[in-house]
């Protein structure tokens, strides 16, 4: 998936036209969708370009939607095409299948998978190294750098010259020089105590990790099985989502905890009318928000305090989500945020912030 730089990058092309193809990838008739979509883009650009100009903007669209092929837990794909830029992204939710073609890119689904899906490390155990996956809600990338994947062949450890060969010593050695191996690769990859670690790997080698590593307060749970050694992308994303979800539904739980105590403070804001000037002041300790709310609005000409509701989210002037901006401002200054089940906040307005002061 396209990280914020990319996607900040992607934002500011104004190239026209620029075509933006959605398609949903957790269907079974997906290459019919995806030639229908093909089709639909091939149309609508020869009413501006010439037949050899849309034949090389079909093959460019083409040529991207391979590069996101590889199953890695993706629910959709995102291709972006213009005269002058190229991009495609997996995304960790499903989407609408659609073409757009406008002077720039569509990139909402872009910004919400950003904004409103977990970020996390999976590492998995094997016999005897370490691999490490850093994921976007459902979709994994293999992080291979100087640290990953730890190969663990260092050889016994054989004590004092003359002491008796142990191989159950040996094993637990080799165990624990492992784990420290892999806390020290970890250590250029969990600066942030707010992305979770998952651990997979055989019930005895998870168990031995959590005893001894230092990361062990970042665990966010563990998938006790053998995995095949080389297994794919794809396979790691399915093992450990279910783990991912228990995670979120312990998270939300705690988040909404908060903003019950965050009440008897005095410190809680709730509905977006309350929430917007505060976010925006900085005030944020703690959004809470539901995973589907969304609201286009206008904001009045004296500062941008007031909001006022509209129906098109494309009429000018209109932001087409202000619930995205206040994401985006809270986690600019500092705040955290909680992505809560739809229904969850229906007492506090779908969104409610815990506030610093």
Known sequence: MLDSTEVAALQTVIDPPAVSLLLRNDRPDRANRLDLLFAEAESRLSLELTTSEVTARIRVLVELAETVDEDRGQQAIALFASARYRAASRLPEAVLDRVVVDDTFATRDLVRALHRTPTHLTVVLGDPGARLFAGQGRVLREVADDWFPVSGEEGPD??????????????????????????????????????????????????????????????????????????????????????????????????????????????????????????????????????????????????????ERVEDPRAPGVVDDVV???????MNRGGRVAIVADGSMAERGRIALKLRF
């Open 324 to 330: 995205d901006e206040v994401i985006e401002a809270v």
């Open 158 to 307: 054989h004590g004092e010259r003359g002491r008796r060969h142990d191989p159950g010593i040996e094993r637990e050695q080799r165990r624990a020089r492992l784990v420290r191996d892999i806390d020290l690769a970890l250590d250029a990859h969990l600066r942030s105590a707010s992305h979770p670690l998952f651990v997979l790997g055989a019930r005895e080698r998870v168990a031995a990790f959590k005893a001894g590593s230092r990361h062990q307060r970042q665990i966010g749970g563990t998938v006790s099985g053998g995995l095949p050694a080389g297994v794919a992308v794809g396979q790691v994303a399915a093992a450990v989502w279910p783990a991912v979800e228990d995670w979120l539904d312990h998270r939300q739980r705690e988040a909404i905890g908060e903003l019950d105590q965050a009440v008897g403070a005095r410190r809680l804001a709730a509905g977006i009318d309350e929430v917007w000037p505060l976010a925006r002041d900085g005030r944020g300790d703690l959004l809470v928000v539901e995973e589907g709310y969304a609201l286009a609005a206008r904001t009045d000409a004296s500062g941008g305090d007031r909001l």
